[in-house]
Structure formats: C-alpha cells, structure tokens
C-alpha cells in the first residue's frame, strides 16, 4: 500500500522537474553585446531642483468712468506749490511752475489740459495734460518755463480746459498765472511790448498811496476788439469819450489798489455816480469789469457771457471809456473797466 503512495508521488516530482526545465529554456534569449540601462545611485546630500511654479498674473480691471449728463465743471486754486508770485529768478534760467488745483465741479477732468491764455508765454507750451481727477480730488498742475533775459516784471496767464476746449472756472474767474521778477529791476514789462507808464494818482478810498500802472496799448486793443465784435454783429463803432474814459480808469486803479473785483468802489460809489463825478453828461448805459488774464482773456469772458455780450453789442450804445491797471500785489494782476454811454 505504502508502494503504491509513493510511486505516484515520484511521478509528479519528475513531471515538475522537467516542466521547470522546459520553463527554463523557453525564456528569450539575451541578444549579445545587450547592455541593460541602470539608473545612477543618487549622492550623498543631492537635493533634485524642483520646478518654480509660475504665478498667476492677475490683472486689474479699470474702472469705467460715467461723466454724468450736464455735469459742472469749477475749481478752486489751493496755492502755488513753487513759485510765489513775485519770486526773483536770474535771465534765461529755467523753472517750473507748479499750482495745485481742487475740482470742485462735478465732472470728471478726464484729458483735460492747462493752456496758456495771455501775458509773457517765457517759452510755455500752448498746452499741456494734466492728470485725470476726479470731482473733490486735489492735482497739481505744472509747466515748464524759461525767464526772458531782459530784467523786469514778468507775468504769464493760463487756463485749464476740458475735451471741448471750454474753459474751467476757478471760482470766479478763468485764468491763473505766474508772476516773476528777473534781476532787481521793478520795472513793469507789458505783453505786448508797450512800455506801461507808472501812475500814483488818487484812489477812491481804500489804498490811496498804490503805484498801480496803466498800458496805453492794452486800452486801444480793448477798444479794438469791442468794436471789432460790433462790426460783425452789423453794429456801429463806439466813439472814445474822455469822461467816461476818467471813470473807468479810476475804477480799474479802485479794484487794483484795494484787490477787489466789485462794480461797487471802496468808497461805495456806484459806477453811474462815478460817471457822474467825472463829469460826463450823456446818457450813461453799462459798465462791465473783469480782473485776470489781459485784454484776450476779457474778451473771450465777455462775449461768452450773455449779459456781458449784451453790453457790448448794444444797438443804443455810441461811445464808451476805458480803463487799465496792473498791480503785482493784487490777486488778479489786471483790472479793466469799461463803461458805455450814448
């Protein structure tokens, strides 16, 4: 029995044996000259670099700016942030004039611009950008300027202005300006190269003692220019009358001397009563004033004024005066009066 156990059992021993062998020998055979690839072993310390990731680049959306409908455009002057009107600089040297601006309106100054308006341009562009503000923001406006070389007094007028080229109000008024002195002199030098003639003589009330000056050119381009807008309404010219001339003059020198800019004098003469006093004996009309920015600078105030425009193109009116004066010390540099009669 035992016999019979054991002769299957060798059996299957030999059977696994030789299908071992055969397993053996089935394998592929390994062409000659095979070289099987190892990776390296890795150094002591090795540290693989790793892959800096990339940030993300985040980009920040820009804000659309709605100009609201019938929106306002003003602005206060802060102060002069370099610069002080009347500051001494040396012949041909260079500055930089800078003011600091309010937008007190409600429209957005988006590609808005500074301009020079009148007066000494000592090498200022015709315009140049300012910075997008928006309303209740502050901005600081500057412009590069060269002095003349001849000494004197020197004063240059500026606007802002929007898209449309319309003018910002800064309060009142439309233009700025930088006042310098080159050298010591105190001569007074006029745009338009008219030499101004000094003037002390008495002043309604208020300031008596100011040595304002006049500029017998500026007087005739005003008269100019006011008979020049009549012509082309079909309008007859204005004759110059010395009376009404005398009243206006005395008024310009008024605001100039006492730094107002008011049809009411410092004495609280009214400008009909100071027609009056100066003897004229037609038919007194209108006077209209301005302060800041010469002869053009007026101009272009009145005739965008429709009570100012009015005046001027007055089909009743025949004759008119007129009156200049520039002090340095006043805020507004010049002070025209005009005053129409018949």
């Known amino acids: 029995m035992k016999n019979k156990i054991l002769i299957p059992f060798l059996l299957l021993i030999l059977l696994s044996s030789c299908i071992s062998v055969q397993m053996e020998d089935a394998k592929t055979p390994t062409p000659s000259n095979f ?107 500057s412009v590069e300027l060269t002095a003349p070389s001849a000494n004197g007094s020197y004063t240059g007028y500026f606007t802002l202005n929007n898209t449309a080229g319309n003018d910002v109000f800064i309060g009142t008024e439309k233009t700025f300006w930088v006042k310098i002195v080159v050298g010591s002199s105190t001569i007074i030098a006029s745009p338009s190269g008219t030499n101004p003639t000094q003037s002390g003589g008495t002043i309604s009330g208020g300031n008596t003692n100011c040595a304002y000056s006049q500029n017998a050119g500026y007087v005739n381009q005003i008269a100019s220019m006011i008979n020049a807008e009549r012509a082309n309404a079909g309008l007859s010219s204005l004759n110059i009358n010395s009376q009404l001339a005398a009243a206006a003059q005395s008024h310009a020198a008024d605001m100039a001397c006492n730094n107002r800019i008011s049809h009411t004098g410092s004495n609280g003469s009214s400008a009909y009563s100071r027609v009056l006093a100066a003897g004229y004996s037609g038919s007194f009309s209108e006077e209209i004033i301005y302060g800041g920015g010469g002869p053009q600078a007026a101009m272009s105030w009145w005739m965008n004024d429709q009570i100012h425009r009015d005046a001027i193109l007055n089909p009743n009116t025949t004759e008119m005066g007129v009156g200049y004066a520039y002090f340095s010390n006043g805020s507004y540099g010049d002070y025209i009066v005009v005053d129409f009669g018949r």
């Open 35 to 141: 070289i099987t690839a190892t990776l390296a072993p890795t150094k002591a310390g090795f540290v693989p670099s790793t892959l800096t990731p990339t940030p993300e680049i985040t980009t920040t959306p820009t804000l659309a700016i709605t100009i609201p409908a019938n929106c306002t455009n003003t602005a206060v002057l802060l102060r002069d942030v370099t610069i002080q009107d009347n500051t001494q600089v040396k012949a041909g040297e260079k500055f930089t004039k800078t003011w600091e601006f309010q937008n007190t309106g409600t429209c957005p100054w988006i590609g808005y611009v500074l301009k020079f308006a009148a007066g000494d341009q000592m090498n200022a562009p015709l315009s140049a950008p300012i910075t997008d503000t928006l309303p209740k923001e502050k901005v600081q406006v």
